[in-house]
């Protein structure tokens, strides 16, 4: 069998904050058990099964793009260049990759795109729940400089209490201004 890792984003959706993307190669006979999309996990769960993935996975990494660079080059090749950082910087090189969507980010290593992989794949569920727990941490500490805006509770992601603290201070350093709302007039 190839050594191979699965790879998936997190935060292509927020109006803040960096994406972020892990790339996990699970032992073969690894003894995680619950692994799923991170999307359907408590945070406690999510927590206790990174603590499994980092233990029971030959090799793991995380990437970032910075929400300045989402600006620049838009968020689906922000999200393949944060995905290409995470397979390419893993200390281990698989043989072949696994990511969840449609898009495979230019790499020399063979990949498959597989719709709704964070539900079928579980190295892809791994590397779901590894970029999660490391963009939350992200958003947290982020909330701390920039408290207005609740990134604590919301993750950047657009909740109604986001939308009035944009309202009321504007866009911070770390917003996506190339994204909705900042696009109408009203915020610029």
Not at 44 to 50: H, T
Not at 75 to 102: C, H, R, T
Not at 127 to 142: G, H, N, P, T, W
């Amino acid at each position: 069998m190839k050594l191979l890792a699965g790879l998936d984003e997190v935060g292509r959706g927020s109006v803040a904050g960096p994406v972020v993307a892990a790339a996990v190669i699970l032992k073969k006979n690894h003894q995680i058990f619950g692994l799923r999309d991170s999307k359907t996990l408590s945070s406690l769960r999510r927590s206790k099964l990174e603590k499994d993935i980092k233990n029971e996975s030959i090799a793991w990494n995380v990437a970032i793009v910075s929400s300045k660079k989402i600006d620049k080059i838009n968020i689906l090749q922000s999200s393949l260049l944060a995905m290409k950082k995470a397979i390419e910087g893993l200390n281990i090189k698989p043989e072949f990759f696994l990511v969840d969507g449609l898009y495979l980010p230019k790499t020399n290593i063979p990949g498959r795109a597989i719709i709704k992989g964070d539900s079928k794949c579980e190295s892809i569920m791994a590397a779901s729940i590894v970029a999660k727990i490391y963009r939350d941490k992200l958003m947290i500490e982020l909330s701390k400089k920039y408290k207005h805006y609740s990134f604590h509770l919301n993750k950047g992601y657009l909740t109604k209490v986001h939308l009035e603290a944009i309202k009321k201070y504007g866009p911070c350093k770390e917003h996506r201004i190339s994204f909705r709302p900042f696009k109408t007039k009203e915020y610029k």
